[in-house]
């Protein structure tokens, strides 16, 4: 978001900079052809007061128009993010009730290990496509965004370990109750990160929050 609004700000600036020079010599040719007058004379004239009104309304003008530009295009940006966020929730919910499933239908004898890693799938395929998306990387904040970094290579090294019979009997409870941790874990980190680009929490009481809601494997 801040890349594109400083390029935005740049370039309207840059316009409205040479208008403004260019209506300054146009007004000050015109005064010259009409008065027969030198530059000198064009400054203590009315005429240039009427200028540097009307120089001053294009400031306002311009500076009006690109914060609401600027704030239109942030608030359609956070909105495209937080749809992106709550994809995301959705596959990390749908990884939270398969491992629930398979912990529980294991501990109850009705799975053994070989199929439990038949039916264990990866979840987070939309997720990875999400993250190495731009408008993402510049939006959601740091922290969050290397949080589910980790979250997805933790959840998926622990798939392909227990896939490829890495993973004794005896851990594979434990292993599948850190991703179930680790899922409503980042939940609810995604949560407060859709609280704050909804601009119903500050920064400071997101990280705040973010804070509290850390987990590590």
């Not at 309207?12 to 000050?28: E, K, P």
């Not at 009409?34 to 311009?62: A, R």
């Not at 290579?153 to 009997?169: E, L």
Request: charged share 25%.
């Amino acid at each position: 978001i801040k890349n594109t609004t400083v390029e935005v700000e740049s370039m309207v600036m840059f316009i409205s900079c040479a208008g403004i020079i260019a209506l300054f010599y146009i007004q000050f040719i015109l005064y010259k052809m009409g008065k027969q007058k030198n530059f000198k004379e064009f400054i203590k004239s009315q005429q240039l007061w009427n200028v540097i009104k009307e120089l001053l309304v294009i400031i306002l003008g311009v500076t009006l128009a690109i914060n609401f530009t600027s704030a239109v295009e942030e608030r359609e940006t956070k909105e495209k993010v937080i749809k992106m966020l709550d994809s995301i929730d959705l596959e990390i919910q749908t990884e939270y009730d398969l491992c629930k499933i398979l912990r529980e239908d294991y501990l109850a004898g009705e799975i053994d290990v070989d199929q439990l890693a038949l039916q264990l799938t990866h979840n987070t395929a939309f997720s990875e496509i999400i993250l190495t998306n731009d408008i993402v990387v510049n939006t959601m904040s740091p922290n969050l965004y290397v949080e589910m970094s980790y979250f997805i290579h933790s959840i998926n090294r622990i798939h392909d370990a227990i896939i490829a019979g890495q993973v004794p009997s005896n851990m594979i409870r434990s292993r599948l109750n850190f991703i179930e941790l680790f899922c409503e874990s980042i939940q609810k980190d995604i949560n407060i990160e859709k609280l704050y680009l909804q601009g119903k929490i500050s920064e400071k009481e997101l990280e705040y929050q973010r804070r509290n809601q850390s987990f590590t494997e």
